[in-house]
């Protein structure tokens, strides 16, 4: 079972270049979220969706866009990357992200921006 | 916005003993779910254990167990029995209105 799938697992950038960071599940989840996880903290939402063409914000949206077009793909695009938007990224889905439901996460993207 | 402290940086603990890590969060919503991960030194975020705020009796799976102490807003982890492959970070989360908020986590050391 391949569960998240996230793409790439590393990456560096220049400041000021965008990228897009893939998330993919094959769980037929409704529910599919976007974290960053910085040293000393805990992971924080930056972008969820609870189905195909329906998102909305997290606690740290700011320089970060995210569609759903599909059920499986809920793609994170940086616009123009920043050396504060260094860190780790994780996608995360369940089935319908009510309250009972764990969320099933990816293995992370160490994004590097210098 | 939701709120969860773990208040333990870092604990170590003696193989085959048990550890209570710490979680107190805050919110005024009725409904909310609260979860343990693991991340162990290789980065992924393993479930643990669930508990409903409307649960009447502590969640356990396996050698966890969730104190809940829905008045105090209170909800640890016990890990019985540790084992050397526990030493991890372990972070509390609790989901209200479809977010997911974390704590600060916890690491854990097991000592041999």
């Known amino acids: 079972n391949a569960g998240v799938t996230q793409t790439p697992k590393f990456q560096v950038l220049k400041t000021g270049q965008s990228m897009t960071l893939q998330c993919a599940q094959d769980?037929?989840?409704?529910?599919m979220s976007w974290y960053r996880q910085d040293p000393g903290m805990g992971l924080r939402l930056i972008h969820y969706?609870?189905?195909?063409?329906?998102?909305d914000q997290g606690e740290v949206p700011n320089g970060y866009n995210v569609s759903r077009s599909t059920t499986e793909d809920f793609p994170l695009r940086l616009l123009s990357a920043a050396p504060s938007q260094t860190s780790v990224y994780f996608c995360a889905s369940s089935s319908t992200g009510t309250v009972n439901q764990p969320q099933h996460f990816g293995d992370g993207t160490r994004l590097s921006i210098l | 916005a939701q709120k969860i402290t773990q208040t333990q940086p870092g604990m170590f603990v003696q193989e085959k003993e048990a550890v209570t890590l710490d979680c107190t969060y805050d919110t005024s919503d009725p409904s909310y779910g609260l979860f343990w991960y693991k991340q162990p030194s290789s980065g992924e975020m393993i479930f643990l254990i669930y508990?409903?705020?409307?649960?009447?009796q502590n969640a356990t799976e396996g050698r966890y167990s969730l104190n809940f102490q829905k008045a105090r807003k209170s909800a640890n982890l016990v890990i019985s029995a540790s084992q050397l492959g526990d030493s991890a970070m372990y972070f509390c989360a609790m989901n209200s209105d479809y977010k997911l908020s974390f704590g600060a986590g916890t690491t854990v050391t097991v000592r041999a």
């Open positions: 769980m037929n989840h409704e529910y």
């Open positions: 508990q409903g705020s409307y649960d009447q």
């Open positions: 969706s609870v189905g195909a063409g329906i998102t």
